[in-house]
């Protein structure tokens, strides 16, 4: 599929992979994918960074290659290693044979065929879709060196191998990087991409996101589930609640069957919205209870509103 030619085609595009995103955020997706620059998407876990880089390739139809980022990564299991064990093999048939060529061993067990291609040189290779969706989700989770070696690649869509040479994407894939920001990024790297920070979701967006992603919850039960979250989102938690788990929340409570919230069953599926115990604690009991009657309250008025 070719590239949206507009923001509004941009919004269309993911909107039809059920992805409900705001103008500003579809505005940086298309420059992004117009400039063939890479995306840098930062916010709190469970907004939806991630699921951008999904639903591109997706709607794009394109492959998409995911680089999970964690402390210690290298080169050898992001960009490339060489299959040292089958040089070994090569070097040895090659002696056995009664080869005394050193310089053509070399050539042979240092070419294409040897090289194990790791995400980020697998991504700038041709694929039959066109160029892929390169995700390097939760960079903020790698070291500093690594981060500086990613400099060549953003800037210039190329890695250099010393025994081959340098390695250029004939064409740019789609990069999207995304930080939980458990640490700062360097500005470095940061300048040669497009920047965005994606916000928690607005209520009526989020109800959105929800009447897509978990249609079967009912209508009344998706607004009381939003509300709540809502709420909670305005509360000295350790951890917010993200759209990730207020889908979670909301599929488990159509599980149980639920038709609305009250107070017990609130209580019961508390840790499928929050993850830490210490939040589940300072929720549980009366303070779900006041927040419960209070979205009661301000749903009513706003019913008698309308």
Known sequence: MPLPRSID???????????IADRSLASTIYLALTMTRPLFLEGEAGVGKTETAKVLATALGRDLIRLQCYEGLDIAHAVYEWNYPRQMIEIRLAEAGGAVDRQGVADDIYSNDFLLKRPILEALQPHESGPPVLLIDELDRTDEPFEAYLLEVLSDFQVTIPELGTIEAAEPPVVVITSNRTREIHDALKRRCLYHWVDYPTAERELEILRRKAPDC????????????????????????????TLDWARALVHLDAMTLDPAIVDDTLGVLLKYQDDIERVKGT?????????RRDMTVGAAAQ
């Open 9 to 19: 085609r941009t919004a269309a595009l993911l909107e039809s992979a059920d992805y």
């Open 287 to 295: 303070e779900a209870a006041l927040l419960l009657d209070r979205l």
């Open 218 to 245: 009912a209508e009344r039960l998706s607004s009381e589930v939003v509300a709540f979250v809502q709420a909670l989102r305005a509360k000295d938690l350790f951890k917010l609640p993200g759209v990730a788990e």
